[in-house]
């Protein structure tokens, strides 16, 4: 019973023994430190070859035979303190080269490339920057009048091509006559017509405008008509001065005036017209005239229109006081068929004040009047 107890107590111990072995086969034997590899330890240096490791570290080498547990005649004492053999016990491990922590030290890096070096920078002239140096005073240089294409066509036919390129992109001449207004009014009295019309030739900076407006009324025929003669110019983007001649005509009263007047298109594309008639008597005489397009539709257009009469004295041959002698305030809506041709209907209003408002009680004619309209807006 002891002996066999003893038996196990060996073979437990060999067990032991040799399952420590097998985990850490170095164990006992001092390993020499390892430092740390480089990054690349053989930049730029010639590095002895290594011996070609074996597969097997242990080929070419005995090992002890392990002893036989089994074995009953295996003395328990020396199973017991047998520990197996260490295969590397007896041979030097061969010494690692020592990697330097930087592989490039001890060797010069050459640096970023400086694209201004070796190059001296002058400072400017008299340590002046470009912005305060001083303007010079030298003359332009010549205009340059020949041309290569005169020496090839000629001067003359290049010279009328020039003349032809010009009038083409800017310098045209084109003409259009505006039929503002042609419509017919209600009136108690037979009913009653009215025109506005104006028609220009020239180019983007001087014209020839003629404008022409009257109203009558069917029993009567012409009460009132006027015709000018204008020169226009531009004198600014938006802005034409008028000046020229005005005829009247109808009713005893043809006259003439010298006129001066000025169109201007205002912000929000509000036309405006004014103008100063002074007779050939010696009456002074104004007129004031505003319209806005409020385009409902890309066809539909509403048009207010609102205008001032003035006079600098009383005419009593006109039926006319001084101040502010009549206003006029209109409605119309159009369509347009085409631009050019828009058909419209609408309503006016129009009052006398002061002096000719008592100039025509006394004649018997109503000093405010509405009537509706039904007319043609047109241009060529």
Request: no cysteine; net charge negative; charged share 15%.
């Amino acid at each position: 019973m002891i002996r066999t107890s003893l038996l196990a107590l060996a073979l437990a111990s060999s067990a032991t023994a040799a399952a420590a072995q097998a985990a850490d086969p170095h164990a006992g034997h001092a390993i020499p430190a390892q430092p740390p590899a480089p990054t690349d330890p053989h930049a730029g240096h010639a590095m002895p070859a290594a011996p070609k490791p074996s597969a097997d570290p242990h080929a070419g080498h005995a090992m002890p035979e392990p002893p036989n547990a089994s074995s009953p005649s295996q003395p328990t004492q020396g199973a017991a303190s047998a520990a197996p053999v260490d295969p590397h016990a007896g041979h030097a491990m061969p010494a690692q080269p020592a990697a330097s922590a930087d592989p490039h030290a001890g060797h010069t890096m050459p640096g970023p490339a400086d694209p201004h070096a070796g190059h001296t920078m002058s400072p400017m002239q008299g340590g002046q920057t470009a912005a305060a140096l001083p303007v010079g005073n030298a003359p332009a240089p010549a205009v340059i009048t020949d041309s290569v294409a005169d020496q090839v066509f000629g001067t003359g036919p290049m010279q009328r091509a020039r003349g032809i390129l010009a009038r083409e992109h800017g310098g045209v001449r084109i003409a259009k006559l505006m039929l503002n207004l042609a419509e017919y009014q209600s009136q108690p009295l037979g009913g009653g017509y009215r025109w506005d019309v104006e028609g220009w030739y020239g180019g983007d900076i001087n014209r020839f405008v003629l404008k022409s407006e009257g109203e009558g009324s069917g029993g009567e025929g012409v009460e009132l008509a006027e015709v000018q003669a204008l020169y226009s110019r531009a004198v600014a983007r938006y802005t034409d001065v008028q000046v020229g001649v005005r005829r009247d005509f109808g009713s005893g009263n043809s006259r003439t005036y010298a006129t001066v007047g000025v169109e201007s298109l205002f912000p929000y594309w509000f036309e405006v017209e004014a103008a100063a008639f002074l007779s050939d008597r010696g009456d002074l005489t104004g007129r004031v005239e505003g319209t806005y397009d409020l385009r409902l539709t890309q066809r539909v257009v509403l048009q207010p229109q609102a205008e001032l009469r003035l006079s600098a004295q009383k005419l009593p041959r006109l039926n006319t006081g001084s101040g502010i002698t009549h206003a006029e305030l209109g409605l119309r809506l159009r369509y347009e068929v085409r631009r050019e041709f828009a058909p419209y209907i609408g309503v006016a209003y129009e009052r006398a004040f002061g002096g000719t408002a008592d100039f025509l009680r006394s004649a018997g004619e109503d000093v405010e009047s509405t009537t509706f309209v039904i007319g043609l807006r047109a241009w060529f």
